[in-house]
C-alpha cells in the first residue's frame, strides 16, 4: 500500500483531530492507522495519522502549503513521509556481531523497510558478514589521536550515500558532540543495561558487582550527553546469583539485538515522536 505518515506535536487545544481529520477528508484521504496522546503535564498533544495515497486528490508535493495554514493555527511541529521513500539506513559496528547480524537478517527478509548502502566499522571483524549480504564495508581506524580526521571520513561516507539514518550496533566509540548534532534524532544506539542504570562502560561487570536480579537492554536517540538520549525501547530478563559475568553478557546479547531491532523499525515505520527528551511510540 501507498501511504503517507504525519506526525504532529503542539500545545493541546479543542478541535485539533477534528481539524486534521476534516482537512484529509477535503481531499478523499482514506485514513487507515490514527493515534494521539494528550500529555497533561506538558499541555502537549502528540498524533500520528497514515492513509492511503490511491485516491487522495492532493498532490503530495503541495501538501506542505495546503497543511500549513491548519500548522500555523495551532503552534505544531509536523512532518510527512511517503511510504515510498525509503529511509537509508548506514550501521556502525565494531568486534561485536550480533545486532548486525539481526539487522541485516530483518533487513533482508523485508521486516526493515529501508536501504542499507554501508556499514562502517573501526574493525576488519565484521566484513565477512557485510560481504555475504552485499553491502560495502568501511573500516575507518579510530584512536585517540585520529579521531577528529576519523569522524571526518565517516561523515563524508555518510554524505556521499545519502545516510537518513545511523544505527550504532555495538560500536564501541564515543561520537562526538559535533558528529551528534550533525544528525539529531538520526543516530539510534543501543546500550547493554537498563537505563538510567549502569551507563557508561562495563554495565555487566558493574551489575554483576551490583546482584542486581534484572538486567536489560536500551534503544536510545544519541545526543551530547552519553547514554542519556530519548529512550525508544527497554527491555530485561531475569538472572540469579548462579550467574557470572559472562552468563550475563551471553544473556544481555538477545535483549539487545531485539531491543534495537524493535527501536529502529519503529523509527523507520515513522511510529516515534521525540519531546522532553523521552519519546511516544504509536502504536
Known amino acids: 500500500m501507498n501511504t503517507a505518515t504525519l506526525l504532529i506535536s503542539c500545545p493541546d487545544r479543542k478541535g485539533l483531530s477534528a481539524a486534521i481529520a476534516n482537512f484529509l477528508y477535503t481531499y478523499n484521504a482514506n485514513i ?10 506538558e499541555n502537549l498533544f502528540l498524533m500520528r495519522v497514515e492513509w492511503d495515497l490511491a485516491d487522495f486528490t492532493l498532490d503530495m ?3 506542505q502549503p495546503a497543511f500549513q495554514p491548519i500548522a500555523d493555527r495551532f503552534g505544531m511541529h509536523w512532518q510527512v513521509a511517503l511510504s515510498a ?3 537509508r539506513l548506514a550501521i556502525f559496528v565494531s568486534k561485536y556481531d550480533h545486532c548486525l547480524v539481526d539487522l541485516l537478517h530483518r533487513y533482508k527478509s523485508g521486516e ?37 580526521e ?11 550515500h545519502g545516510v537518513d539514518l545511523i544505527v550504532l550496533a555495538r560500536y564501541m566509540q564515543v561520537l562526538s558532540h559535533e558528529f551528534t ?11 547493554h543495561s537498563f537505563l538510567p542504570a549502569f551507563d557508561g562502560a562495563k554495565p555487566y561487570h558493574r551489575a554483576f558487582a551490583r546482584g ?5 537492554a536500551t534503544s536510545h536517540y ?51 515522536l521525540v519531546y522532553a527528551n523521552k519519546t511516544v511510540i504509536f502504536s
Request: charged share 30%; glycine share 4%; with cysteine.
Open 150 to 160: 576519523a569522524e571526518a571520513r565517516q561523515r563524508e561516507l555518510l554524505q556521499a
Open 181 to 191: 548534532a550533525a544528525y539529531p534524532q538520526q543516530v539510534i544506539n543501543i546500550h
Open 222 to 272: 544519541v545526543t551530547e550527553v552519553l547514554d542519556d538520549g530519548p529512550i525508544i525501547e527497554q527491555d530485561v530478563i531475569r538472572i540469579s546469583h548462579r550467574d557470572d559475568v559472562d552468563e550475563l553478557v551471553l544473556k544481555g546479547r538477545d535483549l539487545e539485538r531485539i531491543v534495537l531491532s524493535r527501536a529502529v523499525k519503529w523509527h523507520l515505520d515513522r511510529r516515534v
Open 32 to 41: 487507515i492507522h490514527s493515534d494521539q496522546h494528550q500529555d497533561e503535564s
Open 61 to 63: 508535493n503541495a501538501f
Open 112 to 148: 526493515l523497510h529501508c536501504d542499507i548502502p554501508l556499514i562502517i566499522s573501526n574493525h576488519e571483524d565484521c566484513r565477512a558478514l557485510a560481504d555475504f549480504y552485499g553491502i560495502p564495508y568501511h573500516v575507518v581506524e579510530v584512536t585517540k589521536d585520529n579521531k577528529a
Open 85 to 87: 521513500q525509503r529511509t
Open 212 to 216: 542486581v536480579k534484572l538486567i536489560g
